[in-house]
């Protein structure tokens, strides 16, 4: 199922499609660099996205050149987790939503990201929304506000 990049599976032992990601992350990293250019600094830049769009935002926001404002990754998991290197990366905020009830991307998969994250980064909130699917609720869009706030006073 292509979309940013080819979903083989959510399953964790089946090989992720690391050119594909590689390839739409660094479609992202030109344009945050184009928008650097523009005269937007790094740090005003919040990067977001729900399913494969947050699963791309995660990898983007820790692999870039340069400190975002944020990151928010909404409904997804961390792309490639074994090949970042988290050195440095603890300034990086990130906040990471999931509905309980994700029949798409399961809980258990943003599960185990926050689980990863929460030993690297300290700036890193999991929220999780009890009887959510694979969709937003208020509640969450509160929480992403909150975290824009917080990030871009």
């Avoid at 945050?32 to 399913?51: D, T, W, Y």
């Avoid at 990863?116 to 009887?131: I, M, R, T």
Wanted: charge should be negative; proline fraction near 5%; glycine fraction near 10%.
């Amino acid at each position: 199922m292509p979309s940013w990049f080819d979903l083989r599976s959510l399953d964790i032992t089946i090989p992720e499609d690391e050119e594909g990601i590689k390839t739409a992350a660094q479609s992202i990293h030109s344009l945050i660099q184009q928008e650097i250019s523009n005269g937007i600094p790094a740090e005003r830049i919040v990067l977001g996205g729900f399913s494969q769009g947050g699963a791309l935002s995660l990898y983007v926001g820790l692999t870039g050149d340069v400190k975002l404002g944020g990151v928010i990754a909404l409904s997804s998991w961390l792309p490639l987790h074994q090949k970042i290197q988290y050195e440095g990366l603890n300034k990086v905020s990130v906040l990471q939503c999931h509905g309980e009830s994700d029949p798409m991307v399961q809980y258990a998969f943003g599960s185990l990201s926050s689980k990863l994250l929460k030993k690297h980064l300290s700036n890193y909130d999991f929220k999780s929304y009890s009887g959510l699917g694979h969709s937003s609720c208020p509640e969450e869009l509160e929480d992403v506000k909150k975290f824009i706030v917080k990030v871009l006073p």
